[in-house]
C-alpha cells in the first residue's frame, strides 16, 4: 500500500543541519495496523508526516498504491491526504467555531458529498465512536477523550485508504485512552489500515507489527501475534 | 459532482458562517462599527460637501430663479413683445404660476433729512425690483423671507421691502466696495432715486434669504415701479416660471425656444442660470470629496487587513489542520473573503440605513447653517451604491492578501505552530 525509499528529512538552522531522517526504507501493506515506537527526538513523528504527506521529504521516494507522492504539487497533495488518508492529532485537532458534527462532516463535504449525505455519514461515524448524542456539542464542551473520539470519527468518515494517528492517547487519562485505542481496534478489524506512532508500550501492543525508530532510523521491527 | 471552485466556493461559504457565528460578539460589533464609520466617511463627507452647494442651488431655485427664467437679453433693456409671452406661457399645461418682474438699478439714501452738508451720503447701490406680491410669493415664496415687519399687498404704495444686506446692521463683513444703509429699520423712510427719478418710500418689511440677488434687492409694488421708471408698454424684465410637479423644465425651455421667444428674450433653466462659479465648486467640492472618500477606503482597507490578518495569524493552527485533513487552501481564503463582505455588508446596510433613515431628512428639514447656503446632505442612491460596492471591492482584496499570506504557509509549520 505505502512504501519509502531512502527517505530522508534534514532541517537546517541557518549553518547547521539536522538530520532527523536517515535513510528510511519501509512498507505497510493493506489492512496493516502498525504501531511507531522510539524515544523522544527519534523522528517518529517526523516519519509520520513524511508518510501522510504534510511534509516533504529532504530526498527519497513515498510510493502510495503506485503513485510516486514526491512528484504532486501541493495542491495535489491536499487532495490526494483528502481523498486518500485519515488524520488524528495529539491534540485532537478541532476546530473550535464547528460543533462535532459540523467538523467530522466538513471533509466530506469538501470531496463534493452534498450536504445531506456528509451530515448522515458524519453522524453514523460519531455513532460508531459513542458520540450519536453529542453531535451538537461544540469541542470546548467535550472532555478530552469525546474530542479525541470526535477527531477519529472525522478521520474515518470518509473512508480513507490510511488512517494516520500522532500519539492519540498523550494527552488522554487511562480510561479514555483505552476507550480510544478500543476504537482504534475496531477500526482495524473492520479492515482499517492504521498506522500510529506512540510511546505506550500497553498501546504499541495492540498492533500488528511495531516498528522502533532510534537517531532518524528504523532500529528493528516486532510482530505482535 | 460540483466544479471546483464551485466546491471551494461552499466550503468557504461553510466555514466563514461558522466563524461568524462563533466570534465574539463584541469584536463582530466593533469591526461593524468602524465599517459603519468608514461607509459614512465615504458618502457623508462628499454629500456635505456638495450639499452646501447645492443649498445655495435650492435655495436659488425656490427663492428666486424658480424652474425656468426668461430674462432680458444683454443688449436691451427690457424683454420686448412681454404681453404676449406672458400671455402664451399662461397657455401652456405644464406652466403652474409665473410672476413678472421689474428691475432697475437704483440708488437708496436714508437720512437724507438730517444728514448735515459735511457729512457723508448714506447711501447704497441696490437693484429695485417691481413686482406683483401675490403672483412673486405663489411663484417663490417671498413671503417667507420676511424676517421682520411685513409682506408687500397689493394697494402697499410707496412702502418697500428690504433685503438684509442693503442694511449695514445685518452686513456680515465692513468692506468698502459693499455699500449699506446706516441707521435704518422698519418704518424708516429712504429715498430711491432710479434713473434721476426720486421717491421717498417707508421700509415695510426685511428679507433674509441666503440668495444675494434678494439680499441686495428692494421690493416694491410693480404698478408704482411702472410710473416710477415711465415703463407703461407691459414689458418686463424678468418672468421667473414654477411648473407643475413633474413636469421638466429642460422640455419647457425647449418649447419656448421653438416658439422664437429666444429672439426677444433669453431663457435659462435654474440650472443653467447657475453662475459658473458656482458649477466650478460644485465639481471641486465632489473632487474634494472622492478624495476624502479615497482616504476613507484606503483607511477601512487597512482596517480589514489587520483585522483578517490578525485572526488569520491567531487561526494559523487551524488554517494548517484545515489543510491537513485535505480542505483545500482556495476555500480557506474564500472563507476570509466572506467574511471580509460580511463586514463590509452589515457596514453598509445599516450606514444605508442611517443615511436615508435619518441623517439625509433630518439635514433636509435641519439645513447646517453657512453663510452663503442652508447645507443639505446630497446622496443619490445611484452615487452611494455604487461607494457600497467600492467599499465591498476594497475590502474584499483588504481581506483576501492576509488570508491567502497565511494559507501559503507551510501546512505542517502552521499545526506545529513553527515559524
Known sequence: MIQTTNLERVFKAGDVETRVLKGITFKASSGEFIAIMGRSGAGKSTFLYQLSLLDEPTSGEIVFDGVNTHLMSAEEKTHFRLAQFGFVFQDYALLPEMTALENVALPLLMQGVPRAVAYQKAQDALTKVRLGERLDNLPSQLSGGEQQRVSIARAVAHQPKLLFADEPTANLDNESSRTIMGIFQDLHRAGQTIIMVTHEDEYARLAQKIIHMDDGKIVSVTVNK | ?419
Open chain 2, 1 to 419: 459532482m460540483l466544479p471546483k471552485l464551485a466546491l471551494n466556493i461552499r466550503i468557504g461559504w461553510y466555514l466563514a458562517l461558522r466563524q461568524v457565528r462563533q466570534a465574539s460578539g463584541w469584536t463582530t460589533g466593533l469591526i461593524i462599527f468602524v465599517m459603519v464609520l468608514t461607509f459614512l466617511n465615504l458618502v457623508v463627507v462628499s454629500g456635505i460637501l456638495v450639499g452646501l452647494i447645492q443649498g445655495a442651488v435650492d435655495a436659488a431655485r425656490t427663492e428666486y430663479t424658480s424652474d425656468v427664467i426668461v430674462s432680458t437679453l444683454n443688449d436691451k433693456k427690457y424683454i420686448e413683445n412681454s404681453p404676449n409671452l406672458i400671455a402664451l406661457l399662461k397657455t401652456l399645461p405644464e406652466v403652474e404660476h409665473i410672476t413678472a418682474r421689474y428691475q432697475e438699478g437704483a440708488t437708496l439714501e436714508a437720512n437724507y433729512k438730517t444728514r448735515k452738508d459735511t457729512d457723508k451720503p448714506n447711501t447704497a447701490a441696490a437693484q429695485i425690483v417691481g413686482i406683483n406680491p401675490t403672483d412673486e410669493n405663489t411663484v417663490t415664496g417671498l413671503a417667507h423671507s420676511i424676517t421682520e415687519g411685513d409682506y408687500l399687498a397689493l394697494g402697499d404704495y410707496d412702502q418697500v421691502i428690504i433685503g438684509q444686506y442693503l442694511l449695514k446692521q445685518y452686513v456680515p463683513v465692513d468692506s468698502p466696495g459693499f455699500s449699506a444703509l446706516d441707521n435704518v429699520s422698519l418704518g424708516t423712510k429712504i429715498r430711491i432715486s432710479v434713473g434721476g427719478v426720486k421717491r421717498e418710500v417707508i421700509v415695510k418689511g426685511i428679507l433674509k434669504s441666503k440668495v444675494d440677488e434678494i439680499t441686495r434687492s428692494v421690493y416694491m409694488i410693480d404698478s408704482q415701479f411702472r410710473s416710477l421708471i415711465g415703463r407703461n408698454d407691459g414689458n418686463v424684465d424678468q418672468i421667473a416660471i414654477k411648473l407643475v410637479g413633474g413636469a421638466d423644465p429642460l422640455s419647457l425651455r425647449e418649447t419656448l425656444l421653438r416658439s422664437g421667444v429666444d429672439r426677444y428674450a433669453k431663457v435659462q433653466t435654474y440650472a443653467d442660470a447657475q453662475p459658473q462659479f458656482l458649477k466650478d465648486i460644485i465639481d471641486t467640492f465632489n473632487l474634494l470629496g472622492s478624495v476624502f472618500s479615497s482616504v476613507g477606503l484606503i483607511v477601512s482597507s487597512i482596517t480589514i487587513f489587520i483585522v483578517i490578518f490578525i485572526n488569520a495569524i491567531t487561526r494559523r493552527k487551524f488554517i494548517g489542520i484545515l489543510k491537513g485533513i485535505g480542505i483545500h487552501g482556495h476555500a480557506i481564503e474564500i472563507s476570509y473573503i466572506f467574511q471580509s463582505i460580511f463586514y463590509a455588508v452589515c457596514g453598509s446596510v445599516i450606514g444605508l440605513v442611517l443615511l436615508y433613515g435619518f441623517l439625509v431628512p433630518f439635514i433636509g428639514q435641519h439645513p447646517i447653517d453657512f453663510p452663503f447656503s442652508d447645507g443639505i446632505l446630497v446622496a443619490p442612491l445611484d452615487g452611494t451604491l455604487f461607494r457600497v460596492g467600492l467599499l465591498i471591492l476594497a475590502t474584499l482584496v483588504a481581506g483576501y492578501i492576509p488570508a491567502r499570506m497565511i494559507v501559503r504557509k507551510n501546512t505542517l509549520d502552521s499545526i506545529l505552530g513553527r515559524n
